[in-house]
């Protein structure tokens, strides 16, 4: 159990480590579940995912799934590309191609395990996308501003008017779209993280909920433990 | 599963001229949809209701393309059914996995009837909505809104998509205002999951 958790809070570390606590539900007493079937819980209760608990999302090589991405992804790269640049004369714009771009690297995570694609698309680049957009939009609408026209004045932007809408699609919004499509997904990935956040209170009463799990003596707590753990 | 099978008897069924002037992709499109947002909402094993619906957005995107609205086309496929069924995916992925022993849920009387009513509510209204295409639409054939747009969005952008011209010229502030909104999204997915980096 202390494991698992490295450098939590005093009280975990209390815990004898030689017991590993089976799960909950295995207790025959519990009566909490509304559910017709009993749930099977795929792996431990604990809500907290820290960086090895993160690395268990479940990846698998796939000999089919892993060239099909191969091939597809830089097709639908490029259609992303393609979807974006051609907003002008064409359906589609920023906010299409850059959910397109979001998702051949979904497709890439997949394929090749969400871990390894973080790995390789830095936080940085993620971040710059997401930041540069907005003020690269917030900057495009400025400029006709500083030259006394109005916000988002294309006519008095040094570029034609349709450059101006395309480099806003372009610049801005496939950029905002993409970058945040891209941080939502690696977030929802890794999910809540213990660690340097203030995640004390619910750490601590999980805690105190696993000593009352191991204590057979309190079964009000104990229901109240096994509802805490159904509730993540 | 369900909204496959459907798809064999519904194409058949449209082909029937039953209602006026609706053509066997339409009815079949139509049909699509409305199957697999029920299965949707009565698959009990939630991993299903995910898949069905990212169906459902993927029968909703034809059916737009269908009506020749290739922008909003677009958008379904890459966000509804795209970006959003992975996302559900992989919320899914860090959950309990509850095993079933029946497909569906329990139909709740109460709530088909309080959704038949509007159902039928909304029904009544059928009649003064004109047809799909009419060029008598008012939505199309105003001369002050809708063709005023598409009379001088190339004249005044250059561009020749005139969705694009409306929300990224005519109506560029909203367009910002929406990006912002996006951009805040990423941030306040932050904040809630208490991290500090994306990825």
Redesign the interface.
């Known amino acids: 159990m202390s494991d698992t958790r490295p450098g939590d809070d005093p009280v975990g570390g209390a815990d004898d480590p030689g017991t590993e606590e089976p799960p909950v539900d295995g207790d025959p007493g519990d009566a909490v579940d509304t559910?017709?079937?009993p749930?099977?819980?795929?792996d431990s209760?604990s809500g907290r995912?820290d960086s090895e608990r993160r690395r268990e999302?479940?990846y698998t090589e796939s000999q089919v799934i892993m060239p099909t991405v191969k091939i597809v992804a830089p097709f639908a790269f490029t259609y992303g590309l393609f979807?974006t640049f051609h907003?002008?004369?064409?359906?589609?714009?920023g906010?299409?191609g850059g959910?397109?771009m979001?998702?051949v690297v979904?497709m890439i995570a997949?394929a090749f395990g969400i871990e390894a694609t973080?790995e390789w698309?830095?936080?940085t680049?993620?971040?710059a996308l997401?930041?540069g957009?907005?003020l690269a939009?917030?900057g495009i609408?400025l400029i006709p501003v500083a030259r006394g026209g109005a916000?988002?004045q294309?006519d008095l932007l040094p570029i034609?008017?349709?450059y101006g809408?395309e480099s806003?699609?372009i610049f801005?919004?496939a950029a905002?779209?993409s970058?945040?499509?891209?941080?939502?997904?690696?977030?929802?990935?890794?999910?809540?993280?213990s660690d340097?956040?203030?995640?004390g209170d619910t750490g601590s009463a999980e805690d105190d909920a696993d000593e009352a799990a191991d204590d057979p003596d309190a079964p009000e707590s104990d229901r109240t433990a096994v509802a805490d753990g159904g509730e993540? | 599963m369900i909204g496959a099978t459907s798809v064999g008897s519904s194409a058949t069924a449209g082909a029937a001229p039953a209602v006026a002037q609706v053509t066997a992709v339409e009815g079949g499109l139509l049909a699509f949809v409305v199957l697999t947002a029920l299965a949707t909402a009565l698959a009990r094993d939630v991993l299903a209701a995910v898949i069905v619906f990212g169906a459902y957005s993927l029968g909703m995107a034809a059916l737009y393309t269908f009506y020749r609205a290739?922008?909003v086309?677009?958008?379904e496929a890459?966000?509804s059914a795209?970006?959003t069924t992975?996302?559900l995916l992989?919320?899914l992925?860090?959950?309990?996995?509850?095993?079933?022993?029946v497909a569906l849920e329990s139909v709740n009387l109460p709530a088909v009837g309080a959704v038949g009513l509007l159902f039928g509510g909304l029904l009544l209204t059928m009649g003064d909505i004109p047809a799909v295409g009419s060029p008598d639409a008012a939505v199309w054939s105003n001369p002050e809104v809708s063709q005023w747009y598409l009379r001088e969005s190339y004249a005044?952008?250059?561009?020749?998509?005139s969705?694009?011209?409306v929300?990224?010229?005519f109506r560029?502030?909203d367009?910002?205002g929406e990006?912002?909104v996006?951009?805040a999204?990423?941030i306040a997915?932050?904040i809630v999951?208490?991290?500090?980096?994306?990825?």
Do not use: C, W
């Open positions: 559910d017709d079937a749930p099977r819980r795929a209760r995912p999302i479940p979807i907003g002008a004369g064409s359906p589609g714009g906010f299409q959910a397109i979001a998702a979904f997949f973080r698309l830095a936080n680049v993620v971040v997401a930041v957009g907005a939009f917030a609408g916000f988002l294309y034609p008017v349709k809408l806003v699609e801005g919004i905002i779209v970058g945040v499509l891209m941080g939502l997904f690696f977030l929802l990935a890794s999910g809540f993280d340097g956040s203030g995640f993540r | 290739p922008d086309a677009l958008t890459a966000i795209g970006v992975v996302l992989l919320t992925a860090k959950t309990t996995r509850i095993d079933h022993d005044q952008t250059g561009v020749e998509n969705v694009m011209a929300l990224a010229a560029g502030f367009t910002f990006a912002v996006v951009f999204g990423g997915a932050l999951l208490h991290r500090e980096v994306f990825a």
